[in-house]
């Protein structure tokens, strides 16, 4: 599965926006553009497994769950 975001906005204007595949600190680099782009301010955000994982470490276990890191915006 390529790089990507999955955003979602809620009936009351939440965004929330995870991303997948991106490992360890990667997924930080991109939340500036997050924002300016949803035109939104980060308010809240938690680390998920793959925050904690280093691009090199190569591992033969599969998972069928996306791992993903989830950010909480606020656009008001």
């Not at 600190?25 to 553009?33: A, D, G, I, P, S």
């Not at 301010?41 to 993903?68: G, R």
């Amino acid at each position: 599965m390529a790089k990507q975001y999955k955003i979602k906005i809620s009936p009351d204007g939440q965004i929330t926006a995870e991303s997948i595949e991106f490992k360890g600190k990667e997924c930080l680099k991109h939340l500036e553009t997050l924002e300016d782009l949803l035109g939104a301010q980060i308010i809240d955000s938690e680390f998920l497994d793959d925050y904690f994982v280093t691009e090199d470490l190569e591992t033969e276990e599969t998972t069928t769950e996306e791992e993903t890191e989830n950010v909480y915006l606020n656009n008001g």
